[in-house]
């Protein structure tokens, strides 16, 4: 009787009521963020499974090697549009790479300095820049002045997208680099410019390629910039100087029309579109995860 007197009266002192409450915040906390990380994935699955259901059926070998057919004609694929999406992709990565990963280098190098400040703010901003205004800019400088859409304005304007995530990364993963690598490489006779490039930046070159696939994977499905820049094309054209099909392009189009095969055609696209962005995304958490691999290793 004593015995189960002095539990009562341990259980329900202060200290243990305390320790039970916390436990019941615990686990309540634990089940709140897994139903919401649940919440998260689930509209992903289910466009995932929606374009799979919808699309999957107007998926052939065809669809991959085929030009798109004319109106009233059954089949026919989007070979123009896919290499042509690889094209500007090219293109996007041609022109924002360069300056990207150069602006991150040096704000991470010069982060003190007003220019730096600067930049980084405008970078901020203009990440956040709708892709509509940045395919208007684009078609007013490199539209307008030659008279003709063009492969180059489209993978300008989606390199422009680019740049600001590309250098904010660049910036981040140049920051992680710790300053004993500088500091040996400039004791060794290295000019600071050198030891940028050949030291830090081979350093965080992992991280760097992460942000680069990131970036490639949102560019990769913008539509706006494309219809004010390289405005589409039926036909198989590579010619960067005229305009050119994108699979982005390509879905809008056959999305608008009032043709049940374009419909069918334009979810099989809007599928490959997604399954590109899925690789891009897979493979950026690949050298993301062979990165810390390598780095505990």
């Known amino acids: ?136 800019f684009a078609w007013q400088f490199l539209v307008k002045p030659f008279g003709h859409f063009s492969a180059l304005a489209g993978g300008a304007a989606l390199g422009a997208m680019m740049i600001p995530l590309v250098s904010r990364t660049t910036e981040e993963m140049v920051r992680t680099v710790p300053q004993a690598l500088r500091e040996a490489a400039l004791a060794l006779g290295y000019p600071r410019w050198r030891t940028s490039l050949q030291i830090v930046l081979r350093t965080a070159l992992g991280g760097i390629v992460t942000g680069v696939l990131v970036a490639v994977a949102r560019v990769a499905g913008e539509t706006a910039p494309l219809l004010f820049t390289a405005f589409g094309n039926s036909f198989w054209s590579t010619n960067l100087r005229q305009p050119i099909a994108a699979l982005p392009l390509q879905i809008f189009t056959y999305a608008i029309s009032p043709y049940d095969d374009w419909h069918a055609q334009a979810w099989a696209g809007a599928l490959v579109l997604i399954g590109l962005v899925l690789v891009i995304s897979v493979t950026a958490r690949f050298v993301t995860r062979a990165r810390h691999g390598g780095g505990h290793g």
């Open 1 to 136: 009787m004593t015995s189960a007197a002095s539990d009562h009266g341990a259980f329900s002192s202060p200290r243990a009521r305390g320790l039970l409450r916390r436990r019941v915040v615990s686990v309540i906390m634990i089940v709140l963020t897994c139903v919401a990380a649940a919440l998260a994935v689930v509209p992903l699955v289910v466009i995932l499974a929606y374009l799979f259901k919808q699309g999957a059926s107007a998926l052939s070998f065809g669809f991959f090697t085929h030009m798109p057919k004319p109106v009233g004609e059954v089949g026919g694929g989007m070979a123009n549009a896919i290499l042509g999406t690889l094209i500007l992709i090219g293109l996007a990565a041609a022109f924002g790479l360069p300056i990207g990963i150069g602006a991150g280098l040096y704000l991470a190098e010069h982060r003190g300095t007003r220019l730096a400040n600067l930049v980084r703010f405008l970078a901020d901003v203009l990440n956040g820049l709708p892709s509509i205004v940045m395919g208007i």
